[in-house]
């Protein structure tokens, strides 16, 4: 059964720092490139960041590039996202998935269809 538990979220104050972590099981994540995405309430969920399979290219979201890095372990299964100068409009669930083909710029990249219960930022100011 494929599962996804993304975990690290919490209350920060704006400009500070969180890191994220997603662990994948059920199927083998390490061929796919994964990424993070967001939803704040009242919204579509949006991409922030992806990775490659390899661990190497990253692709990030104009609105975190800069603040947000994406990392991950193939060993472990799992994938990371360490975010820095937090602000209130990056409050919103987390979660993390795989991709189906890499990002394209422009367009929300495709995803699996399961997704994990996903993880609260709260950011204050």
């Known amino acids: 059964q494929v599962r996804l538990v993304e975990s690290g979220g919490g209350l920060v104050q704006a400009g500070g720092t969180l890191s994220l972590s997603c662990a994948a099981s059920?199927?083998?994540?390490?061929?796919?490139?994964m990424g993070w995405f967001r939803q704040a309430p009242g919204k579509e969920r949006e991409f922030d960041a992806a990775?490659?399979?390899?661990?190497?290219?990253?692709y990030y979201a104009d609105s975190v590039k800069g603040r947000f890095t994406i990392s991950r372990d193939n060993a472990k299964n799992t994938v990371s996202l360490r975010m820095n100068s937090l602000k209130p409009e990056d409050t919103a669930v987390y979660y993390c998935?795989?991709?189906?083909?890499?990002?394209?710029?422009?367009?929300?990249?495709?995803?699996?269809?399961?997704w994990g219960q996903g993880t609260q930022v709260t950011v204050s100011s």
């Open positions: 998935n795989a991709l189906i083909g890499w990002v394209l710029p422009g367009t929300p990249p495709k995803t699996f269809n399961v």
């Open positions: 059920g199927r083998t994540y390490s061929n796919y490139p």
């Open positions: 990775i490659r399979w390899s661990g190497g290219p990253t």
